[in-house]
């Protein structure tokens, strides 16, 4: 157990470290290879590994292409310009909207794509309209808070549900129906959650009218026009894969490919480049931390957790839907929540999925809405904060948690209830 912690704790700290020249995945594989020497994990554990996270993360990797695709074409500056103009000059209207655009990129492109796309195209915009540091920092904290309190709506708006929906075999459209209400309600916290804590920040007025037309931004129009057939497309695909019983990174990756080649044909992209900028670190990081991770179930962390599992299922189902969540949250916000899912997913697993399915979306809660306590508690946050630090714009560890463990919490426990 404590050999496995502490190389845990290593690559953890080397990941979020990120020295010079050393990337997220690249850190991760050595920690991999390091657990295999050790005995830590065996090969085996390495093949049930890449098993289990082959689908989401080649999926993860679609849907970060199509969302660059997108990108290049204009597609979010201009959603965000329409959604600044919609607001009529209102501060706080712009406050709301720009949340309610966060958390539609987030359902359909990831909260990692809301994270390195539609970050920039705000803060350019913020600046455009010459807001104060207060005002900025107040919308980015927000923006980035809902791409994670956001994600829980579909398979493919987090790479945890992906893991976990692939993990305990649940289909696109049970997952759906079952995540529709905690999102919704998480949604709605959120905005309200984040409108209280920054409301003093928020300007009243906002000149829009010195924002170029939303029609300007816009650097493909056949293709501008192509997306949106085709995103309603290969949503109809997602359902199709589901009663099939598809992998869902035959769509969302295929269908990344072929938004690419169609792309190619009308010159709107480059796809080698393309392809290079994709994010393929995340695919070594999903594996690579997960076998080290491996290695703290062969320890007896997932037992341990297991029993507490079982204690608060002892309580009652009330306590049992909260307690999971706030587990898994307080998890993730420590150690990151892409190994905690699949610490959480295999206790859960060794408990018993059928009647305590419940236990399962609580999980995902926590590790999706947790994170946002810490810097390190997820992917999409330490990707946000650096693409701001790119930016020019530094957000310290204590002037971020002084936000995100006042936020989190109420937001989480409302999401919770939507479970009940």
């Known amino acids: 157990m404590v050999l496995a912690f502490g190389l845990f704790l290593v690559t953890l700290v080397f990941i979020i470290w990120q020295p010079k020249g050393l990337q997220i995945g690249t850190t991760a594989v050595i920690g991999a290879i390091v657990a295999v020497v050790l005995g830590v994990v065996s090969f085996s554990d390495v093949i049930t590994v890449i098993d289990i996270v082959w689908d989401a993360t080649l999926a993860f990797i679609g849907i970060i292409i199509l969302s660059m695709i997108l990108d290049q074409i204009?597609?979010?500056?201009?959603?965000?310009?329409?959604?600044?103009?919609?607001?009529?000059?209102?501060?706080?209207?712009?406050?709301?909207?720009?949340?309610?655009?966060?958390?539609?990129?987030?359902?359909?492109?990831?909260?990692?794509?809301?994270?390195l796309i539609l970050t920039p195209i705000l803060l350019a915009k913020m600046k455009y309209l010459k807001m104060k540091p207060l005002p900025i920092f107040a919308f980015l904290m927000a923006g980035g808070f809902i791409g994670d309190a956001a994600s829980n709506p579909l398979v493919i708006s987090n790479l945890t549900n992906i893991v976990t929906v692939g993990y305990f075999d649940i289909g696109f459209v049970e997952y759906a129906k079952n995540m529709f209400l905690p999102n919704l309600l998480s949604i709605i916290a959120s905005i309200v959650v984040l409108w209280i804590y920054f409301r003093k920040d928020i300007p009243l007025h906002v000149d829009v009218d010195t924002l170029p037309e939303a029609s300007s931004v816009i650097k493909n129009q056949t293709m501008?026009?192509?997306?949106?057939?085709?995103?309603?497309?290969?949503?109809?695909?997602?359902?199709?894969?589901?009663?099939?019983h598809l992998p869902i990174s035959l769509?969302?990756?295929?269908?990344?490919?072929?938004?690419?080649?169609?792309?190619?044909?009308?010159?709107?992209?480059?796809?080698?480049?393309?392809?290079?900028?994709?994010?393929?670190?995340?695919?070594?990081?999903?594996?690579?931390?997960?076998?080290?991770?491996?290695?703290?179930?062969?320890?007896?962390?997932?037992?341990?957790?297991?029993?507490?599992?079982?204690?608060?299922?002892?309580?009652?189902?009330?306590?049992?839907v909260i307690g999971t969540g706030f587990l898994?949250?307080?998890?993730?916000?420590?150690?990151?929540?892409?190994?905690?899912?699949?610490?959480?997913?295999?206790?859960?697993?060794?408990?018993?999925?059928?009647?305590?399915?419940?236990?399962?979306?609580?999980?995902?809660?926590?590790?999706?809405?947790?994170?946002?306590?810490?810097?390190?508690?997820?992917?999409?946050?330490?990707?946000?904060?650096?693409?701001?630090?790119?930016?020019g714009v530094k957000i310290g560890w204590g002037e971020y948690m002084k936000v995100g463990v006042v936020i989190t919490p109420p937001v989480l426990f409302i999401a919770l209830l939507g479970l009940l």
């Open 74 to 115: 204009g597609f979010f500056e201009y959603s965000a310009i329409k959604m600044a103009r919609l607001s009529g000059g209102s501060g706080n209207r712009m406050f709301i909207y720009i949340l309610l655009l966060g958390a539609v990129v987030a359902a359909f492109f990831a909260n990692d794509g809301a994270a």
């Open 224 to 244: 501008f026009q192509i997306a949106w057939i085709f995103l309603a497309l290969l949503m109809v695909g997602y359902f199709i894969g589901d009663y099939f």
């Open 251 to 320: 769509f969302a990756l295929g269908g990344a490919l072929l938004f690419l080649a169609i792309a190619n044909h009308y010159k709107a992209v480059k796809p080698i480049m393309t392809i290079k900028a994709a994010p393929w670190q995340v695919v070594w990081f999903s594996i690579g931390l997960y076998v080290v991770v491996y290695g703290l179930k062969n320890a007896g962390l997932t037992d341990s957790v297991a029993e507490w599992i079982i204690y608060l299922k002892e309580q009652g189902e009330v306590v049992a």
């Open 328 to 391: 898994s949250a307080v998890i993730s916000a420590v150690m990151n929540n892409m190994p905690t899912i699949m610490i959480m997913d295999i206790a859960i697993d060794k408990v018993g999925y059928i009647g305590n399915e419940s236990l399962v979306y609580a999980n995902i809660l926590g590790a999706n809405l947790g994170p946002k306590m810490t810097p390190i508690g997820s992917l999409a946050t330490l990707l946000w904060l650096h693409v701001l630090a790119q930016k």
